[in-house]
């Protein structure tokens, strides 16, 4: 365990970490540069926002995005996904009009998502996956 990654809080000592991937509506391509250098923006945001934090994220083939996700115990993981897609769904649809014209029915996201706990000994290795995942 490397005590460097633990958190500290008033009742816990903790260090909760998730991979989470999720794809937008019908897999389009409709995370262009633009629209993914905002969403990178709004999701930090969240995270700041909802007590959560978000230490590497890509979005990759510009139909869905790996996000590194930590936080305390009291917060579900399930939380930081819905809390993520969302509002970050709701900011592009407002900011990207054009969304809409590619995305019929108001959803940006797809229902599901994919999440896996990390422990601290693969903590490195997925930040490094995610890293690796840019576009090329």
Same mark, same amino acid.
């Given at each position: 365990?490397?005590?460097?990654?633990?958190?500290?809080?008033? *009742?816990?000592?903790?260090?909760?970490?998730?991979?989470?991937?999720?794809? *937008?509506?019908?897999?389009?391509?409709?995370? *262009?540069?633009?629209?993914?250098?905002?969403?990178?923006?709004?999701?930090?945001?969240?995270?700041?926002?909802?007590?959560?934090?978000?230490?590497?994220?890509?979005?990759?083939?510009?139909?869905?995005?790996?996000?590194?996700?930590?936080?305390?115990?009291?917060?579900?993981?399930?939380?930081?996904?819905?809390?993520?897609?969302?509002?970050?769904?709701?900011?592009?649809?407002?900011?990207?009009?054009?969304?809409?014209?590619?995305?019929?029915?108001?959803?940006?996201?797809?229902?599901?998502?994919?999440?896996? *706990?990390?422990?601290?000994?693969?903590?490195?290795?997925?930040?490094?996956?995610?890293?690796?995942?840019?576009?090329?």
């Amino acid at each position: 365990m490397n005590k460097d990654n633990l958190k500290h809080c008033r *009742t816990c000592v903790y260090n909760c970490n998730y991979h989470i991937v999720f794809s *937008t509506k019908y897999r389009k391509k409709v995370l *262009t540069r633009e629209v993914e250098e905002y969403l990178k923006d709004v999701i930090m945001e969240i995270a700041k926002e909802k007590g959560f934090e978000v230490s590497a994220m890509e979005v990759v083939e510009e139909d869905h995005i790996h996000i590194f996700a930590s936080g305390h115990p009291k917060i579900s993981p399930c939380y930081m996904v819905k809390m993520i897609k969302g509002i970050s769904g709701r900011k592009l649809f407002m900011k990207f009009p054009g969304l809409k014209n590619k995305l019929w029915g108001g959803h940006l996201w797809n229902p599901s998502y994919y999440i896996e *706990t990390i422990g601290s000994i693969s903590e490195e290795v997925i930040k490094r996956y995610i890293e690796k995942q840019v576009r090329k």
